[in-house]
T-cell receptor, first 110, second 113 residues
């Protein structure tokens, strides 16, 4: 079967750094993506890792280790507006579709 | 900017009704997707389409069908709505290559009574 695991909730304070982990078990692998979704909003793309290593986009970074079937999203200098749900997603072996994780709800406290 | 538009933000239907959820994208994307989102379960793929008139079942296709007669439009059909289909439905589109970034619509919250 295919499955992705993420922590259900993470809480941090403004200005801090938080890491959201994602482990996956899929029949194939063509890349790990991260999406952000604010309450009542649509998921929006944050980051993509096709190869091992770190990808940096401003305050957000994403890491992938294919040998460990593991990745993480790192959020630095947390702001209140970062409070949202974060989903990892793996593009699997069968065509163009994605498998999404259950999501991690991040709460940023003042 | 890519725009994915879902026809309704909120919808209330009765058990047994036939329900149509419409999705239109304006970026000439080949791929289109329908997901349902339920608390604690993330996004689960119902159907996707990689070309006009083409469709592939996702993880939870039972009780649903889809139609893609034009490249920009992807419709989700609930032939006979049931209460367990009460959910948030999200449509997305993407190009078939590169980072496969998915662009989502705002979602349709469907309640089946």
């Amino acid at each position: 079967g295919q499955s992705l695991e993420q922590p259900s909730e993470v809480t941090a304070v403004e200005g801090a750094i938080v890491q959201i982990n994602c482990t996956y078990q899929t029949s194939g692998f063509y890349g790990l993506s991260w999406y952000q979704q604010h309450d009542g909003g649509a998921p929006t793309f944050l980051s993509y890792n096709g190869l091992d290593g770190l990808e940096e986009t401003g305050r957000f970074s994403s890491f992938l280790s294919r040998s460990d079937s593991y990745g993480y999203l790192l959020l630095q200098e947390l702001q209140m507006k970062d409070s949202a749900s974060y989903f990892c997603a793996v593009r699997d072996n069968y065509g163009q579709n994605f498998v999404f994780g259950p999501g991690t709800r991040l709460s940023v406290l003042p | 900017d890519v725009k994915v538009t879902q026809s309704s933000r909120y919808l209330v239907k009765r058990t047994g009704e036939k329900v149509f959820l419409e999705c239109v994208q304006d970026m000439d994307h080949e791929n289109m997707f329908w997901y349902r989102q339920d608390p604690g379960l993330g996004l689960r793929l119902i159907y996707f389409s990689y070309d006009v008139k083409m469709k592939e079942k996702g993880d939870i296709p039972e009780g649903y069908s889809v139609s893609r007669e034009k490249k920009e439009r992807f419709s989700l059909i609930l032939e006979s709505a049931s209460t367990n289909q009460t959910s948030m439905y999200l449509c997305a589109s993407s190009l078939p290559s590169g980072k496969n970034i998915q662009y989502f619509g705002a979602g349709t919250r469907l309640s089946v009574l």
